[in-house]
Antibody
């Protein structure tokens, strides 16, 4: 069973860049798709984007201009960078394994707060 | 973008009740529809994929149906651990969208 673990700063200042990494254990990063999903406090789920093990990305159009998702197959992890953050980016950020059959493995999630 | 609309937004039920949640897509998504359960403080859990296929390990009281634009999730006999929020999610095409969620409460 694949296990996922998010890591990164829990507090980010407005206008700065939010950076998170998802470590994959118990399985290989290939040949799958890997995704980020976020959930603002008390609200629903928002898909951020996904990356194929080969590096091909697909982003949520509403975030695309600020977003970079990358993969490091040698370290078996993938990463998220979201620039120019505001309070609206405060959320629990989840990493997950993705296919057309859904998100079948999730990390536990990490709350990132945007505040000065 | 494909919009997903769930109804109701919340419902009250009791243990043993039969519960049905509906999800509507803004255009046809064939059967590329998945359902999740999320308990407070936990990550979502995949219940149903491809509209009606039960994910491994999920109890058989959960079932899904539908195709095109109309889908439903049914819990045949609600259990205490089923009080949670449920989300539908479409995976048609390249982008992904979730419904707004349905909270099932006592």
């Amino acid at each position: 069973q694949v296990q996922l673990q998010e890591s990164g700063p829990r507090l980010v200042k407005p206008s700065e860049t939010l950076s998170l990494t998802c470590a994959i254990s118990g399985g290989s990063i290939s040949p799958f798709y890997w995704s980020w999903v976020r959930q603002p406090p008390g609200k629903g789920l928002e898909w951020i984007g996904y990356i194929r093990y080969s590096g091909t990305t697909t982003y949520n159009p509403s975030l695309e201009s600020r977003l970079t998702i990358s993969v490091d197959t040698s370290k078996n992890h993938f990463s998220l960078r979201l620039s120019s953050v505001t309070a609206a980016d405060t959320a629990v950020y989840y990493c997950a394994k993705y296919s057309n059959s859904g998100f079948d493995n999730w990390g536990q999630g990490t709350l990132v707060t945007v505040s000065s | 973008d494909i919009q997903m609309t769930q109804s109701p937004s919340s419902l009250s039920a009791s243990v043993g009740d039969r519960v049905t949640i509906t999800c509507r897509a803004s255009r046809s998504i064939s059967n590329y529809l998945n359902w999740y359960l999320q308990r407070p403080g936990e990550a979502p859990k995949l219940l149903i994929f491809a509209a009606s296929a039960l994910q491994s390990g999920v109890p058989s009281r959960f079932s899904g149906s539908g195709s095109g634009t109309e889908f439903s999730l049914t819990i045949s006999s609600l259990q205490p651990e089923d009080f949670a929020t449920y989300y539908c999610q479409q995976s048609y095409g390249t982008t992904v969208t979730f419904g707004q969620g349905t909270k099932v409460e006592v």
